[in-house]
Structure formats: C-alpha cells, structure tokens
C-alpha cells in the first residue's frame, strides 16, 4: 500500500529563467486577467514574465463561474466594464477557432416572475439598447412558452438577449497563457509576490521563491488585488470578496432549457441563473454573499437547499434530476462597483483590480485596453499570429474520445480518457495540482465524483509525473 | 452499423449471469459490453470476502468471484467486448465510444445490466470544504484493492447501511483509521448485529442521531468534521470523509435516451418479464433500483434471460399498465403488470426509504384493493401479493404507505 495523497501529486514548479533576468512587463496574478494581459503584452512583443502564487493557472476568482459571455446588455453604461465587456466579447469571437475554444450562442432571457419585475423589462431593454445591444427582444408569455416550454408558467414576460452566450472557463484562459508562451513569455508558477521596490531603473519582486524583476508591473491579483497594490506605496482600494455558490445538476437536464435563464435585477434580492454549461450540465446560480475571507469557498447546505428550491419554482422539471456538483467561486469584488483599473506611470505600476463578476468576458478587451494605457511601443512578436489550439473538453465539439487511440476512457461519466489525463499531466502548461488537473480533462467532476474513476486517475497521475522527473 | 440478436450493457453479475443462460439457451449471436478494461462489474473492486455462497456454494472474495463469473462466461463462448462505452441510445442504436472509434450496434433485444454508484457528497448537499479526500466506499475500494493507494490516514464514515461495513474493511486494508461512523437517523441502517460488531470487536465509535454539519479546511485538505447531537456540536479530526450507500441506479443514459422514465426508482419503468415499455429492451441487476447483494442481480441476471428467451419464442404482445408509488417508497419492482405476458406476476417487491410502522396499500382506480400491515426497516424488502386480484387494461395502480 503507497500513501499517496491527491493535493500532493504534482510536484511544484519551477521557472525556467535566470535570476537576474530584467523583464519589460511582470504580470502579477494568472487568473483570466492575468492570462489575457500575458498574451496581449507577449503578442506585442514586451518582455514579459507572468508570476502566480498558486502552481497553476485559474486557482483565484477564475476557478469557478458561470461561464457565461456577456454582451453587457445590463453592465453599468459608459463606464470602463461596460467597454471591456463589449471588446472582450469581440476578441473572443475573433479568436475562438483559432483557439480549438468553444462558443455556443444559446441566448438569454431576461424572465420577469411578477408584475414588479415585469414592469422593469422596458428599463432594462432601454438600457440595453443603450450600450449599444441592438438585439434584444420583449416577449410575452406565450412567446417565452413557446421558446423555453419548461419553463414555469409562471413566467411573465422576459427580454431575449440575442448575444448572451456559452464559454469553456478553463480552456479559454489555458489558451491565452499558452500564446504567451508561445511568444517567449515566461511563467513563474508557485512565486508568491510578497513584497518589491524600485531601484531607480526597475522594480525587484520579492517572492516566495527567486526575486523577479521589471520594468512594469501589472498588478492583475484578483483576491489580493488590494494587497499586492500595496507593494507600490498606496493603497486605493479594498477587496471585498462576495461568494457565489452554485448547484450542477446531471447531464440528464441538459435538454430542459434552451437560453440562459436570467434574473431580472431587483435592489433587496439577486436572483438565480439557470444555464446550460459547456460540459452538459444545467447550472444553478449564483449567490452573492460578501465576506471577509479570501480563501473560504465552503458551501453552506441551507443555502445550496435554498438555490435548489429558486430554480425548481422556475423550472419544475428539474426537480426529477440529481445534483451532480456543488461549489461557490469568490469574485474579487471591491468597496465601488467599478473595475479599479489605473495606472502610475511614476511608479511604473499598472492596476487591474475589482474584475468582480464580468472577467472572464471582458479580459481580452481590458488586455488591449491596459497595453493602450501602457502606451509603450514594442517590436511586435513575430508569432503573433501564429496559431496555437488548446484540446477540446466542452460538449460543442467532438471530443477525445470520439478519436481513436484514446487508451481507455478512465472516468466514465464525463467520458475522459487515458489520453487527455496523461497529456494534462505534462509540459510547462500541465497541472499544477487536482484542480488543474480537473479543468483541464473533467476527470472526476460528473455525477459519481469519482466513485468509478478517482483511484484509477490518481495512479494514472503519479506515473506520468514519474516518468517525466 | 453491426446488426446483432441480443445486446447486454454491463458485465456484472446480473449482465454476465444473463449472458451464461442465454449461451446455454442457445443464442450465439450475442454480446456483451463493459465500459471497463476487465470483466465483473462492481465485485471485482470489493475485496473482502461475501460473494458466491448462494451462486458456487462458496465464500468467495469479490475480485474472485468476479473473475470466476467472467471465466464462466468466456469458456462458454460469450463475446465480452471490453472499453466500450455506452454513450447513446436513439432508434434502437447503441452507439459506443471505444479505443477503436466509435461503433454503433443495433439489436433486436438490449438488455441494461448497468449496476447502480453511491449517492456522493453533493447530491446530499452538505455544507464545508471541497477536496479529493471526500470519497464514497465505492472510489476507497479501488484505491486499496485495485490501485493499492492509501489517499489518506484517519476517516469518518458517513452512513449505516450495510456497506459501512465494506468500507471499514477496505479502510483496514488500507491502513486507514476509522474515527467514527456518524448517522443521522436514531438507529443504523442495517442488521444491529453489525453495530455490535463494528461497536465491541472493531472498537469503532457508531455515533447514531448525528448529523454531519460542516466538512472543515481549506485549500482542498480536510482537517475535521463538524457533527450536532442533542447534546450539541463537535469535531472529529480527521482528513478523510466516506459517504457511504444511498445506492442509485447507474441510469442517466437511459433518462436521456427513453421519453417514459420512471423517477421513483430513477430508472426505467419494467413488467414483471424485466421488459421495458420500448420494444425489444430489458433491465436487470442494479440498475433498476440501488444496490443489493450480487447473488441476486446473479438470479435476476438469469431470469431474465428466460424471460428473453421466452419473449423470443413467444412474441406476445404486450399489454402494460404502469404501478406508481408515494415518496415513502425508496423503490419498487416491477413497476409495470404486463396482463399478457406468459409470466403471471405474483409479488410486488419494495422498500421504504426509513424505518416505519404503518400500512403498505394497493390502491386501484383509487380504491384500495389491498394493505397490509407492516413495520418495516429500510434495508429489508416487503411482498405485496397479486394473485387474486384482476386487472383490465388501461387500470391505475399505485402504491402507498400510511403511518400509523
Ligand atoms: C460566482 C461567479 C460567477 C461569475 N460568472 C461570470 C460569468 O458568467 N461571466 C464572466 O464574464 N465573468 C464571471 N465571473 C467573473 C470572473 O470569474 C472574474 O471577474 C474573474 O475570474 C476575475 O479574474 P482575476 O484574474 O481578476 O482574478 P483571479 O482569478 O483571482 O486571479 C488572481 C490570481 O492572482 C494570484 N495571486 C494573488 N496574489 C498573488 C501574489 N501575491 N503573488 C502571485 N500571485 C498572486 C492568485 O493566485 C490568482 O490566481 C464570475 C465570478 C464569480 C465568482
Ligand atoms: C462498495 C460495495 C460493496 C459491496 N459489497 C458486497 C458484498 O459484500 N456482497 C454482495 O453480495 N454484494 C456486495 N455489493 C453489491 C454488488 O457489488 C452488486 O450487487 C452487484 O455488483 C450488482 O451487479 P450488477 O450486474 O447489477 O451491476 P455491476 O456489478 O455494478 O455491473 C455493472 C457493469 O455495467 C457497466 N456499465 C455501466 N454503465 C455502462 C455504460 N454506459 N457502458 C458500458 N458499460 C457500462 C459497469 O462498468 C459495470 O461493470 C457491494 C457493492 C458495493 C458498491
């Protein structure tokens, strides 16, 4: 008998740069932001090392989201999020089949359950048409019926938002990183920035492992936004995290909707999203509860009970399927609504904090809107337009084990094979620990949660992170 | 696109006991499918002993008897196709991933023999940290008896039900230590011989009312576990949790691919011949309700296989009306009389979802045709008789428990 414990399986990375190598740009922070600013700056041809605490990408905010891109429909108008999400949404679309990355436009309504909220669509279309949505649509109760026959009949009316779409939360940002890459841009996993000072010329980070330096810093640390800030000598914000828990239900409720289900926007009460995933499931959520911790992303039973019993008021059908996942994501919300993105050009310092809750849409678009705020020319990377794909593990295309030679399929409900694991174990850009492993294959994240599969993906795990020491 | 006689998904004992029968009845054009590298099924990863007394008159361990199934199987000519699976049902085609590509079969009678998971952490919706080392008895068998892998030191078990006792073993074998088993109801969920057992020679703390409140830790680990009784709360460290039981069928492909699903036993609705509504399918084993013991699904496995080959030989047609229950029943077999079958039905078996006194009732048309009185424990079945009662087509039946 081997003791082997999962949160141990994969060894901590180290970097593969010199000491005292001075970069253009050091992106603090591989969260979506931090990904999409990495590929812009290497793309552009600066210098540029992304530096992330954790010993894999995606281990902050952007674990865990809705997976939703957003058209901005309802984002505060004509402010700096309101813009990005509109670019983010356009890059996105630019790059995605380049990218191997998915994209399903299922489309949202905006459901009203009562006469209140039904009285609050005119608002929320004319907003809408304000920040440049052009297709939105006001549909009665029939039409809504007709659209969504699941739905309950309890449904007033709602506003069709032609845009709202599905993403792979996971691949899209893996993606981005791997263009850095590409590019020559370099990865620091598992160095905590802890502190750092100017030396007249560039900034010296101190971090957890070897000292970092460059020119500029991008500050894009999502839950520790606010700490990190503190590095430069002011603080202008405070991070105040605000948990979303969420409720998987099985594949089995795939087919019960068509659009996104979204909540009309009340002050007292935040409403629940009913969404398809990229991974077949039907998504319930999320809460938004603030909170002092950084890191606590427990569920709370009363709460997961209360999400189910929303989304059964409005959706009845889904009361006859089983909860295959429950977890909640901390978005880095700050003390204003706004995004806390800014810069100090006598610090050389660069902010992108407070992405609250439409990150992973906007970054692409706050990636070239931070590069312009840089306002540094560069030689452009000659692989800039090189193309670079990442596997497929969304349902809107085939997947691995559609393709011969897969070895075996280990975990069975999400119909992950040996190939996909041992590929995710490897590289520069290979798991970090089990939760990359995770979002990188879906291994052990369907309905049996690795009653059929755990064991065998954990010996299939340790081989290959021997085989390649 | 291979068409094909007779199709079984699943080599467990009930898929792989149906396979033996219908060889000895004569069919060849047969197959088998297991998504798994190995024949068996479930077995082949419970490594203690309890397995075949009934079968081979001997006390075999799982993973023997699992082999021996499937030997029996092989040396009389089954066709086990290996890493095929299942992944849809549409028209009477199974398509299955497999190394190969995909293949796609259509037989004339399929039978589902898919065996049934443990409910996990999340459909019990309970409150703390998420980590790898909260696992059900089912993923800590094929740690210590298929991948020899201690994933950690000290558990808690969750849950009484029969299985508890599989997982102390496979914990033991492992070299993990069990804190305690924590259940919520006021008694265990199986045979009290075994709380004295687990209680007095294991020297296993069976904590009955307690209710696990809140999984402790953080950044995937866990260090403890939170539990309320009346006497308040309190923690168990620990960094490892076990759901135990709470069996459920191994069915969402056959939620997705059949329109008439039966949610009560979350599986399909089945006549007293094991025959689905949709023509030329059949369900056997597990998968038609939770678990029970192998020897079992082994008999199912082949009465079944009469029922085929009867099905075959006869051709009737079917004339079925379907049998519903209330929410006190945990799950009912068969759900559905066929009045034209050559099989007349005589029993009704189910189970109720806890400890009750009360009466079980027949109701047909709305009337009540039938009760019995019963106390009635959650791991133990109860008959309801039908042999005097007449039935025409097009009748109502359900099934319901009043407590006294
Ligand atoms: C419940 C929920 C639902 C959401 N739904 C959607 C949606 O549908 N659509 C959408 O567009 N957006 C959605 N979002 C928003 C989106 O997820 C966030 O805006 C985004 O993840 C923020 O990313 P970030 O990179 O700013 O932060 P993070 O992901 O937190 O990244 C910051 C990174 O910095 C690292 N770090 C921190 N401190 C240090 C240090 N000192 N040194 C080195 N590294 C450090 C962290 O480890 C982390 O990896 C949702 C968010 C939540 C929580
Ligand atoms: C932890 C545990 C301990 C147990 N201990 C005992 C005990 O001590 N004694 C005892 O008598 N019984 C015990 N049992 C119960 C026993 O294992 C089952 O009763 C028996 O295995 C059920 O047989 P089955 O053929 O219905 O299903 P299974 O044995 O589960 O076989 C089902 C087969 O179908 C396959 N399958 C499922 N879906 C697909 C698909 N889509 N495509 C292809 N193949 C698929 C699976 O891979 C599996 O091999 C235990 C069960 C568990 C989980």
């Known amino acids: 008998m081997e003791s082997i414990n999962l949160n141990h399986l994969f060894p901590t990375k180290t970097s593969n740069f010199a000491k005292d190598e001075i970069f253009d740009v050091a992106v603090v922070g591989a969260g979506v932001v931090g990904c999409a600013v990495f590929k812009e700056f290497c793309e552009q041809g600066a210098k540029t090392v992304l530096v992330e605490k954790a010993n894999d990408i995606l281990d902050g905010a952007s674990k865990g989201n809705s997976a939703i891109l957003h058209t901005g429909f309802d984002a505060p108008p004509d402010t700096l999020e309101h813009k990005c999400v509109q670019r983010g949404y356009e890059e996105y679309m630019k790059i995605k089949d380049d990218y191997n990355l998915p994209f399903l436009n299922t489309k949202a309504l905006v459901v009203a359950w009562n006469d209140e909220q039904l009285g609050k669509l005119d608002a929320i279309l004319q907003k809408g048409l304000g920040n440049g949505v052009k297709e939105l649509d006001l549909l009665t109760h029939e039409q809504i019926m007709r659209k969504e026959p699941n739905l309950s009949l309890d449904a007033k009316g709602a506003i069709l938002v032609h845009g709202e779409s599905l993403i792979d939360p996971w691949s899209a940002p893996l993606a981005y990183v791997k263009k850095g890459i590409n590019c020559g841009g370099k990865i620091a996993f598992s160095h905590e920035v802890k502190d750092g000072h100017h030396n007249g010329k560039y900034w010296e980070l101190q971090t957890s492992q070897k000292p970092i330096n460059a020119k500029v810093i991008i500050n894009a640390a999502g839950l520790y936004g606010d700490i990190v800030d503190k590095i430069k000598g002011t603080q202008d914000f405070k991070i105040i995290p605000r948990k979303g828990q969420f409720v998987i239900f099985d594949e089995t409720a795939y087919n019960l909707i068509n659009s996104i289900i979204l909540p009309v926007p009340t002050k007292r009460t935040k409403g629940v999203v009913i969404t398809k995933t990229a991974f077949g499931n039907i998504l319930v959520g999320p809460t938004a509860e603030d909170q002092e911790s950084r890191t606590d992303s427990q569920t709370v039973k009363e709460t997961l009970e209360d999400l189910k019993t929303k989304a059964f008021h409005m959706l009845p059908a889904l009361k006859n399927h089983k909860v295959t996942a429950t977890f909640a994501g901390l978005r880095p919300a700050s003390d204003e609504t706004y995004y806390r993105v800014s810069i100090n050009d006598e610090k050389n310092w660069i902010t992108a904090g407070g992405i609250r809750s439409t990150g992973l849409t906007s970054s692409l678009g706050l990636a070239k809107h931070i590069f312009e705020l840089h306002n540094t020319r560069y030689e452009k990377n000659p692989k800039a337009d090189e193309k670079v794909t990442v596997p497929n593990i969304s349902e809107f295309a085939p997947r691995d084990n559609q393709k011969e030679g897969y070895g075996k399929i280990v975990c069975h409900c999400e119909c992950v094979t040996e190939r996909e694991i041992k590929n995710a174990c490897h590289g520069e850009l290979g798991a970090g620990n089990i939760g990359g492993l995770k979002r990188r294959t879906r291994a052990m994240m369907g309905r049996c949660q690795g009653f059929n599969c755990e064991a065998a993906v954990t010996q299939i795990c340790k081989n290959e992170v021997k085989n390649h020491e | ?404």
């Open chain 2, 1 to 404: 696109m291979n068409n094909i006689q007779i199709a079984i998904i699943g080599a467990g004992p009930a898929g792989l006991s149906a396979a033996l029968e219908l060889k000895k009845l004569g069919y060849d054009d047969l197959l088998v499918f297991d998504r798994e590298d190995e024949a068996g099924g479930t077995p082949r990863h419970c490594g203690h002993l309890g397995f075949g007394m009934f079968e081979f008159k001997r006390v075999l361990s799982g993973p023997d008897y699992a082999k021996k199934l499937a030997k029996l199987a092989i040396d009389s000519g089954v066709n086990i196709k290996l890493k095929s699976t299942l992944t849809k049902v549409e028209n009477g085609v199974l398509t299955f991933s497999t190394p190969e590509g995909i293949k796609q079969y259509k037989p004339t009678y399929t039978l589902f023999a898919l065996g049934a998971r443990e409910t996990p952490r999340p459909d019990r919706l309970v409150s703390g940290t998420r980590s790898p080392n909260i696992i059900t008895t089912g993923a800590l068998q094929r740690f210590a008896y298929l991948q020899k892998i201690k994933p950690f030191e000290r558990a808690v078990i969750v849950g009484s039900e029969i299985v508890s006792f599989s997982a102390i073993m496979s914990a033991k074998h492992a070299g993990i230590k069990i804190e305690a088993i924590i259940e919520e109801k006021d008694e265990i969920d199986s045979f009290c011989i075994i709380k004295y057992m687990v209680k007095y020679l294991l020297k296993i703390p069976v904590l009955t009312n307690t209710k696990l409140k809140n999984i402790n830790g953080e950044d995937k680990k866990v260090t403890s576990v939170s539990v309320s009784t009346d006497e308040g709360e309190r923690e168990i460290p620990c960094d490892g949790v076990i759901f135990t039981g709470q069996f459920t069928p191994e069915s969402s492909i056959m939620q997705k691919s059949f329109d008439d699903f039966n949610f009560s036993n979350n599986s399909l609705y089945i006549s007293q011949n094991f025959q689905a509504k949709d023509d030329g399918f059949f369900v056997a084993g597990n998968v038609l309700r939770g678990a029970l013991a192998a020897f079992k699904c082994y008999f199912e496995g082949k009465k079944v296989a009469k029922n085929i080959h009867d099905f075959i030989r006869f051709k009737h047609q079917p004339e079925l009306i379907k049998i519903e229950a209330d929410e006190n029943i945990s799950w009912y077999y068969p759900s559905m009389i066929d009045l034209k079958s050559p099989t007349k039905q005589h029993l009704t078996a189910l189970r109720l979802k806890r400890r009750a006194k009360g009466a079980i009732k027949v109701l047909l048309n709305g009337r009540m045709i039938y009760k019995k009185n019963i106390h009635a424990f959650p791991f133990m079945s109860i008959n309801i008789p039908w042999k005097d009662i007449e039935l025409k087509p097009k009748d109502e039946i359900k099934l319901e428990f009043v407590s006294s």
